[in-house]
């Protein structure tokens, strides 16, 4: 299993979204076979509802934990 | 101080304070709501702006009818102009490039973000460069007026405002009543002491409603932009400042609610009626927000970040001032206090926002986010 872990803490919006997006299309196969995971380190409080969703939307699982004052999300293939 | 005054600086600091914390909590953002339509066909923020939209059409005109509101249309607004237009415009390209607009960077920027900070200085310093173009801009907009006259739609057509404003506000009501129970105006947030968008939009048109009636306007704060900027400006060169026309005008000439003296203010660095309602509200905007984000344990310094969108911050922040007096005026005057009322000035700002905020988008994943 393969971690890509993306921090985007301090940023400007939308690259929460955005910056996921992007590697979501490039690694989302091995995602969804479960060989794969991404995690987004964030303070962007809106990024816990429009990632998640999103995601969701795309087929993927999502859990968001709280790190350190800011969140951390989990977005993976299989359960 | 005079006890009119007094009323005015107080409301507006608690009216800040508590927009602040509610802008905070829900990241009620009005660049995501427009900039978001482009980006990801997301219509979510964009619902609640136009619940706050409808609800404070509501408010302000029953306001009106029971007696409470006694001005409308509210100061400041004028004859509608392509300069309107124009100003929308800009302002949408400048409020993407700086990740949010002239409340939402305050709103920001008292949660730590240096960004944020980057775009309030130079929407400082683009709101005093325009006072070296004002002369041309408003022949411009002059020459442009589109309809002389009528500064709100009700007035154009000649119908009173209720004829027009209630029915309206009660369609919305309808649409919105489905879409809550779609399910399309909730989502789940995992942020700490989240604030359920829809319920900041109540708060905040609550708000404008309380600004209305105290102040004898909505919230707005962008003539204090230029007045800061001309005071930093003056610190370096008092006579260039002293010697611009647009520092020395006065648009601001009303009597207040409760009060019997009328009080006068514009975009110069003095300290008058638009400091004593628009710095309290900065000054509120801020703090609330730093409580809001200090009380959840997310407040720290965020400085750590690409120079490409430092850059793209502090140009977006320039954009912004600029198209501010432009405009004149911001998004959340217009979209939260003239939309309302069915201004016509804050009709067309909307108009060029939109097109703005597209290419905003577009000059955004190309260039800054990559």
Request: net charge positive; charged share 15%.
């Amino acid at each position: 299993m393969q971690t890509l872990d993306i921090d985007i803490r301090g940023q400007i919006c939308p690259s929460c979204l955005l910056l996921t997006l992007k590697e979501l299309n490039r690694i989302g196969a091995d995602i969804r076979s479960g060989e794969a995971e991404i995690v987004v380190l964030t303070d962007d409080r809106q990024a816990t509802a429009t990632i998640p969703a999103t995601a969701n939307r795309m087929g993927f699982h999502t859990d968001v934990e709280r790190q350190d004052g800011a969140y951390r999300i989990r977005i993976f293939g299989r359960t | 101080m005079e006890q009119g005054l007094l009323l005015i600086v107080a409301s507006s600091l608690v009216i800040g304070l508590v927009a602040g914390f509610v802008m905070h909590r829900a990241d009620f953002c009005t660049t995501a709501a427009f900039r978001d339509l482009f980006l990801f066909r997301d219509f979510f923020l964009m619902r609640q702006m136009l619940l706050l939209a409808v609800v404070s059409m509501a408010l302000f005109e029953f306001g009106r009818l029971a007696g409470v509101i006694e001005r409308q249309p509210f100061p400041l607004l004028g004859a509608p102009t392509l300069a309107n237009v124009a100003g929308g415009f800009v302002f949408g390209i400048g409020m993407v490039l700086a990740g949010g607009c002239v409340v939402g960077s305050l709103y920001k920027m008292g949660a730590g973000s240096l960004a944020s900070a980057l775009a309030f200085a130079g929407m400082l310093a683009g709101s005093a460069a325009y006072a070296e173009i004002h002369p041309q801009w408003s022949a411009f907009a002059q020459s442009t007026v589109l309809v002389q006259g009528a500064i709100t739609v009700p007035q154009w057509l000649g119908v009173s405002p209720a004829a027009l404003l209630l029915p309206l506000a009660g369609l919305g009501g309808v649409w919105l009543a489905r879409e809550f129970r779609a399910g399309r105006m909730q989502r789940p947030a995992a942020a700490v002491g989240h604030l359920a968008p829809w319920r900041a939009a109540l708060i905040l048109a609550g708000l404008g409603f309380a600004s209305y009636v105290l102040i004898g306007m909505p919230m707005g704060i962008t003539t204090s932009y230029a007045k800061l900027g001309a005071a930093v400006e003056s610190w370096f060169a008092p006579g260039h400042v002293a010697g611009l026309a647009y520092f020395s005008l006065q648009p601001l000439d009303y009597t207040p609610p409760f009060s019997d003296q009328a009080i006068r203010g514009g975009p110069g660095p003095q300290l008058d009626a638009v400091a004593a309602i628009q710095y309290p509200l900065i000054v509120g905007i801020v703090g609330g927000a730093l409580l809001a984000a200090v009380r959840v344990g997310e407040w720290r310094p965020r400085w750590r970040l690409p120079p490409r969108q430092l850059l793209s911050a502090l140009a977006g922040g320039l954009l912004l001032g600029l198209a501010a007096r432009m405009a004149p005026s911001c998004n959340v005057w217009h979209l939260w206090g003239g939309v309302p009322i069915l201004a016509l000035q804050s009709l067309l700002f909307v108009a060029g926002l939109l097109p703005g905020t597209w290419v905003g988008a577009r000059l955004l994943t190309r260039f800054v986010i990559r």
